[in-house]
């Protein structure tokens, strides 16, 4: 799958280090490390998605994003320090598609980045009229992944890519249980490992979206020792 891809860090290690993944798997990358300057080449030179650091001098990820989000809708990933969660929190209200947490698995990116490009192409078969995936209906809840849709009681509930899949994973069988492996599977691809410990904080914040929603949200259940399942 090819994509003109911007990389914006102000770490030229990252940026070097990921570029040649990137390209080595047949994206196009423009690389940037400040973020005007990586905000007037994507005026000039439009991409197909972004790639931000949040903490950089001058224009930071929060602000070029604020910036793209004026007048361009391309996916953006970020990538934030370990343990930032109020900075993934509001990157995510401010507009972002994903994030990912440094250090990570540049196999990782790549799988994200193609997630994303994927349901981009398939927001484009919809308002072309071709026929996508048929959304799934679970009780107050639809997932249309065509559109990469999720409502609650005919609410929008905003998902990460990530966090889209892993639900998908868990209402396709309502009442299976579904272990960590297998929803690393369904959210990653087998190419990838990521920690049991990923999975639980996907499962954490989808309820809390949920529950933002609607205080009597209890479809995730978890089984101890077990997994997770979607409530019948």
Request: aromatic share 6%; charged share 35%.
């Amino acid at each position: 799958m090819e994509g003109n891809i911007v990389l914006v860090d102000d770490d030229r290690n990252i940026l070097t280090s990921v570029s040649i993944a990137l390209e080595s798997e047949g994206f196009k990358v423009r690389t940037y490390t400040d973020g005007s300057e990586a905000l007037r080449g994507m005026a000039s030179n439009p991409a197909d998605l972004a790639v931000l650091d949040i903490k950089m001098p001058r224009m930071d990820g929060m602000e070029l994003l604020r910036r793209i989000r004026e007048g361009n809708s391309i996916p953006v990933i970020f990538l934030t320090s370990k343990d930032d969660e109020i900075d993934e929190v509001l990157g995510l209200r401010m507009g972002a598609d994903d994030y990912i947490t440094k250090p990570f698995s540049q196999r990782l990116l790549v799988e994200r980045i193609r997630a994303l490009l994927r349901r981009e192409k398939a927001k484009q078969d919809v308002s072309e009229g071709k026929e996508g995936e048929k959304p799934i209906q679970r009780g107050e809840m639809m997932l249309d992944a065509s559109r990469h849709l999720c409502t609650w009681k005919g609410k929008h509930v905003n998902l990460t890519v990530t966090e889209f899949l892993i639900l998908k994973a868990l209402a396709q069988r309502p009442g299976h249980v579904k272990n960590r492996d297998q929803l690393m599977d369904a959210a990653y691809g087998d190419a990838v490992y990521v920690d049991d410990r990923t999975i639980d904080s996907h499962i954490k914040r989808l309820r809390k979206k949920f529950k933002e929603c609607d205080d009597d949200f209890g479809q995730i259940e978890t089984l101890y020792g077990v997994g997770y399942r979607y409530r019948e």
